[in-house]
């Protein structure tokens, strides 16, 4: 048999390329079924020849020596901290201080995400993956080598022509979807929940076993060469990350070049903005002088580099006092629990309230009132109390439980013993209730009552204009008249948005009575069949299920909805406010006047746009189209017609059609407008 020795390197490079593809690049290469077949050669000859297995293989990223896990790693050169900006001013301040150094400013800063994870040092000695350690102190660090091989991202071979040594840092994290997914799992398996994305990234890269590590979605980007030799020489951060990448390393691609201090306040604008779109967690960017000569020229404190600063965003995380546990309605009566917080500002706003989900979150997180909890607010997401901050031997209040009585109509609270919601009796006789479906109901998604926002609906509900979910349709100028801040504009605009929504298609009725289950598309098609409520009232569920796209828990969910004489009291009470509960006829066809026609416009028509000059004539059989040719019946001239195409037509002989004349056509067809062709 030939030397197995050359088929394995050379299995083992072309595996080593197809990962970086995938796992550093995300720009895959190979499919699954060719990637399997290598690796199952490479495995095989490595099961014949044990002898010949090296530890930068591929297959031995599980299963290395786990011996020398957490013993200490000195680092080759120490890792310093950060030191923080939190506003733009402190960046001027930043970089005047690095301009009284210099005697210049810096040229140029490289700018990269500030990711949330934990920072790791690699060790790679002729390419080859030697130490995986964490930060530590800055000094001396905790080996996880074993546990940082189980990484796909992290290379166990650099790639090309590698330096005699390399240290490199980087953050090791944890996906959002990864960090999801093990919660979730936890939860199912009654074990205890990781608070965010960091704590879950540090726990599983200090696992005692690496299979543990290996099962995490955990990935790494690498952002600093503290230590080259036997490499080129360079003179950029900007180079050195080129040069990382190039040696098979994963950068973040977000990173940028900033000439000057504004474009790094520009990025610092952008991802504040985005980062929330990212699929791992910010909390902040990273600003670093470009220039190595500038780095070593400005050296660093006891503590800190000078040549580099962390931009922190907003926390978006603080810890405050639980005071209380309340309970909101909702438009279906479900029972949600929310925090009363001492106030505290996070995520940029000050938060009193956040939402704690439902009764069993409330008990899964075991948060107490006077408990000192962690509250979130990343975004635009709702501000959630994500969990207790417990002081061993301190007492707590007992655990709370859901109160019997609905607050606010003191019907009873029931929770079926199937179901995962708690819901109040009492209706839509329940103000709470009321008020939410009725913002639901008016909302853009529902009948798209214009000026009638939450603050309205609230406001009306609390004035007793409004009682039930059909009042809204029997309300005059008079009700609003003499109000505090109800001008006649504002008046006139609320009336005018209620008269639109009365002659919404049926679908959307549908949608706004929110009826379980029912979404516009099941709507639309539930309409598309029958054309009014009472059609639909008149179904039975086998009819709707018989729909197509229909299913049973649909049809179920509506003929239930139907068969509550209250529902058929709304509806009634609806149709006399004037809402239609109809859908019109469809109208009668549309005469083809146009058939065998072909225009052209030019110019804008006061009565109608471009696509709807398109769609007038198409409807009428006709053609439009966007140049004048030898086939074309008229050009129609607008306002401000293009002087090319009438050129066109002139040359041609094809005939002008002023906006009144083409309207005229549309209706009546060419006779007496266009010339009989030959
Ligand atoms: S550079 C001397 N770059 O932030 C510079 N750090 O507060 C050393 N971090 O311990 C750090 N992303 O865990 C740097 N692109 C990035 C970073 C980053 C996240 C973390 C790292 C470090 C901490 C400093």
Known sequence: MSDPSHRLEDLRAE?????????????????DAGYDELWRELAKIEAEHPELVTVDSPTQRVGASVSELFSPVQHLRPLFSLDNAVSPDELGAWEHRMERMLGRRPEGYVCEPKVDGLAVVLTYRDGVLEVGATRGDGE??????????????????????????????????????????????????????????????????????????ASRALEIWVYQAGLLQGGPSLQRHWEVLDYLKSLGLRVNPGSVLAPGLEEVKAYVEQMLE???????????????????????????????????????????ERVTTLRGIKINIGRTGAATPFAELEPVFVGGANVGMATLHNEDQVHQKDVRVGDRVVVRRAGDVIPEVVGP??????????????????????????????????????????????????????SRGGMDIEGLGYKTVDLLLRDGAVQGPADVFFLGSEHFEGRRGWGERSIRKLLDGIEAARHRPLWRLLVALGIRHLGPGG??????????????????????????????????????????PDNQELLARLGEGGVSLADPEPSEEIPRTLSG???????????????GFGQAIAARGGRATSSVSSVTSALVAGASPGASKLAKAEQLGTPILTEEQFLALLEHGPGGILPDRE
């Open 523 to 564: 709507a639309r098609l539930i309409t598309a069949r029958y054309r009014s409520m009472e059609q639909i009232t008149a179904a039975t569920e086998e009819d709707l299920a018989a729909i197509d796209g229909i299913g049973e828990t649909i049809a179920g969910s509506v003929t239930e909805w139907m068969d509550d």
């Open 597 to 611: 026609l072909t225009l052209v416009v030019t110019g804008g028509l006061e009565a109608m746009n471009r696509d």
């Open 389 to 442: 901050v417990l002081t061993p031997g301190k007492d707590r209040s007992p655990p709370w439980e859901m109160p019997r009585k609905c607050p606010f109509c003191e019907s009873t609270i029931e929770r079926p013993e199937e179901e995962a919601v708690a819901r109040c009796t009492g209706g839509l006789a329940c103000p709470s209730r009321l008020r939410e479906w009725l913002f639901h109901f008016s």
């Open 15 to 31: 595996i080593r390329l197809y990962d970086h593809h995938y796992y550093v690049l995300d720009a895959p290469l190979i499919d």
């Open 274 to 316: 985005e980062h929330h779109g990212l699929p791992y967690q910010t909390d902040g960017v990273v600003v670093k002088v470009d220039s190595l000569a500038d780095q070593d020229e400005l050296g660093a404190t006891a503590r800190a580099p000078r040549w580099a600063v962390a931009y922190k965003f907003p926390p978006e």
């Open 140 to 213: 001396v660090g905790e080996d996880i080598t074993a546990n940082l091989r189980t990484l796909s991202s992290v290379p166990l071979r650099l790639l090309g022509d590698a330096p005699s040594l390399l240290e490199v840092r980087g953050e090791v994290y944890m996906t959002l979807e990864g960090f999801d997914e093990l919660n979730r799992s936890r939860r199912e398996a009654d074990q205890p929940t990781f608070a965010n994305a960091r704590n879950a990234a540090a726990g599983s890269v200090r696992q005692k076993d690496p299979r543990v590590t």
